[in-house]
Structures are given as C-alpha cells and as structure tokens.
C-alpha cells in the first residue's frame, strides 16, 4: 500500500509542476507575444524531477541518495 501512495504522489508532483509552469508559460505567450512556452516547459519538469527526488529522498529516510549515511 505505501508503494501505490508512493508513485500516486510522484505522478501528482510531476503533473502539477509540469502543468503550472506550462499554464504560466502559456499565459505570458498569451499576454506578450514572447516564444516562453518551451522554456516553462522544461523548467517545469525539471521542478517536476527535483519534487519527485525529494519524495523518494524522504520516503528512503534520507538527505541524499547519493551520499552514504554513515559518513
């Protein structure tokens, strides 16, 4: 069960940050005319992939998972 809660959350994470930035690179390509929509875009799946390591970070119990706990 904590598995399902688990990956639920990650995809919940990745959706929103993706779909927020996507929304706000949207609507200022809306309002001035710029080309800012794939930039949002990329941030936002980058927030997305930083949400979702400090997810799997927390639910493992760690700060990192790249460094050992015992150092």
Known sequence: MKMLA???QLAIAMLTAILISGGIGYAIDAYCGTNLFVFFLILGV???YKACYNIICKF???KSLFHDKDK
């Open 6 to 8: 688990l990956v639920s």
């Open 46 to 48: 980058a927030g997305g």
């Open 60 to 62: 493992l119990g760690r």
